[in-house]
């Protein structure tokens, strides 16, 4: 059972455009995390929120934890065709499982 | 390498046979997770090691999924009577005990089931 909905889940755009992909949940987690996966290969983690209302940002990808804890999303700034990959989000509840969303497939075109 | 290696990298099986999936971890890390990821979806948890302890299985779909950690390092996750739905790939990630937040993950093993 997935409780994390990712949107859009497969999203195609010009290099150069700007994105934001959604993680969505009704349940309270204690942080989320955002991986990406590319073929072949395990998610590598990109970032983990932990407090309500967090921004962090890693180059040309911000990231934000919503303030209930239960959504975050994923801005990206002038794509770039290396951004192309499976972005994951990933939720704790604070044990040491995490929950997987079903992820969202980005494509950019050169 | 320092990464999580995984054994074999595709593994094709008839249905009703037993296959095992080998995991090395990142040495000196204390955790170790194993993942089923069907096709289209994100990695669901199976189970959860801390040295040699199974400390959460509660992710194994079927008693015909069995994982072992006997030293403490290498895993093996082993599935009796493969059916076609076990077909997905198999992650497994380590994680050290200084760093909760980060799992490292291999780069699975992809198994078809036929």
């Known amino acids: 059972t997935q409780l994390l909905e990712q949107s859009p889940q497969f999203l195609s755009i010009q290099e150069g455009e700007n994105l934001t992909v959604y993680c969505n949940s009704s349940?309270?987690?204690?942080?989320l995390q955002w991986y990406r996966q590319e073929p072949g290969e395990g998610p590598v983690l990109l970032v983990t929120v932990v407090t309500g209302g967090e921004v962090k940002k890693l180059k040309r990808l911000t990231f934000q934890f919503g303030d209930a804890r239960k959504d975050s999303s994923l801005h990206i700034t002038a794509a770039q065709p290396g951004d192309t990959g499976l972005y994951l989000c990933?939720?704790?509840?604070?044990?040491?499982?995490?929950?997987f969303g079903k992820g969202t497939r980005l494509h950019i075109l050169p | 390498g320092a990464g999580v290696s995984q054994s074999p990298r595709y593994k094709v099986a008839k249905r009703g046979q037993d296959v095992a999936l080998r995991c090395d971890p990142i040495?000196?890390?204390?955790?170790l997770f194993w993942y089923q990821q069907a096709l289209g979806q994100g990695p669901e948890f199976l189970t959860y090691f801390q040295n040699e302890a199974q400390l959460d299985k509660s992710g194994l779909p079927s008693d015909r999924f069995f994982a072992e950690r006997p030293e403490g390092s290498v895993s093996t996750l082993k599935i009796q009577r493969t059916q076609q739905e076990d077909s997905a790939v198999y992650l497994c990630?380590?994680?050290?005990?200084?760093?909760?937040?980060?799992?490292?993950f291999g780069p699975g093993t992809r198994l078809l089931v036929l």
């Open positions: 990630a380590s994680r050290h005990y200084r760093d909760q937040e980060t799992q490292y």
């Open positions: 349940s309270v987690f204690s942080s």
């Open positions: 990933a939720g704790a509840k604070g044990d040491d499982k995490i929950i």
């Open positions: 040495s000196g890390h204390v955790s």
